[in-house]
């Protein structure tokens, strides 16, 4: 081993041998390693365990989650408290983006908005089914009505999410009114759909919108629509994303599928 490193490791003599001075740094390093070794191996046996390790959920902004999301959390986080988990809510491009750079490990989102994920190597579970609905301000016309039919919004004002944002959200929009053949007295696009709302609230024109996504009761009404629209909400992760929190958090959420659904109808 000497000859190996040209260094001289050990002093000898006739009586007794006794490390260099190089040999006690070489000593004192490979029992740091060998400590530091010990404690790697047990953090990543935790991790593989999914005892320990952190979890990033993003959510489709506006998203109404108190019904299932709380539950789910508290449950996961009294079986697992070595897992820290961190949420936020965003628009459709940026999940898209922060999906992709890695920033979220798991993305709740409409099912429409996939198409638009140009990660190939994703997996994703349905658990939850709703209907969209129009919105309007409490201000609009029909807003004293409890129904309105497609007719109603002939020569109104559309606000719908860009194509830059959500295409097939876009086209979902104009593929409605096209089939029920509304004329609309034009179209708006915004890039979120916290702007989406605004300029409804604001009386700017009427919006389809996620009958559990949020509103405010106070500006804006949400009506039904003939032929309901049927919207899906998903979890979408990676293929080759091995954090083992995922398939512990999918495991609880896919549970609470029943329940979610007896909450929907």
Not at 96 to 121: C, H, M, P
Not at 148 to 159: D, K, Q, R, T, Y
Not at 174 to 203: C, D, F, K, P, S
Not at 238 to 256: E, G, Q, V
């Amino acid at each position: 081993m000497e000859k190996e490193l040209g260094l001289t490791l050990f002093v000898r003599n006739r009586k007794n041998v006794r490390l260099s001075p190089a040999g006690i740094v070489m000593m004192e390093g490979y029992q740091k390693l060998l400590r530091d070794h010990d404690i790697l191996l047990a953090k990543a046996m935790k991790v593989g365990k999914g005892e320990s390790g952190k979890l990033t959920v993003g959510i489709i902004e506006c998203q109404n989650t108190d019904f299932y999301l709380p539950k789910i959390v508290e449950f996961f986080c009294e079986n697992h408290p070595g897992i820290q988990i961190e949420m936020f809510y965003d628009s459709f491009k940026t999940l898209r983006q922060k999906f992709e750079n890695g920033e979220a490990d798991i993305v709740i989102t409409q099912l429409f908005d996939l198409s638009s994920y140009t990660n190939d190597e994703i997996i994703y579970e349905a658990f939850a089914n709703t209907t969209g609905r129009f919105i309007v301000s409490q201000k609009h016309p029909l807003a004293q009505y409890e129904e309105v039919s497609a007719e109603n919004l002939n020569g109104e004002m559309m606000i719908v999410i860009s194509k830059e944002a959500s295409i097939q959200g876009y086209n979902q929009a104009l593929n409605y009114v096209e089939y029920h053949n509304i004329q609309v007295g034009g179209i708006r696009t915004a890039e979120t759909l916290q702007n989406v709302m605004l300029m409804v609230e604001n009386g700017l024109g009427f919006a389809f919108w996620d009958c559990i996504s949020k509103i405010n009761k106070d500006c804006v009404k949400l009506l039904p629509i003939e032929d309901h629209i049927i919207l899906s909400l998903v979890a979408v992760w990676r293929k080759k994303n091995y954090n083992t929190a995922i398939p512990i958090f999918m495991d609880c959420l896919l549970k609470a599928t029943e329940s979610i659904a007896k909450k929907l109808a």
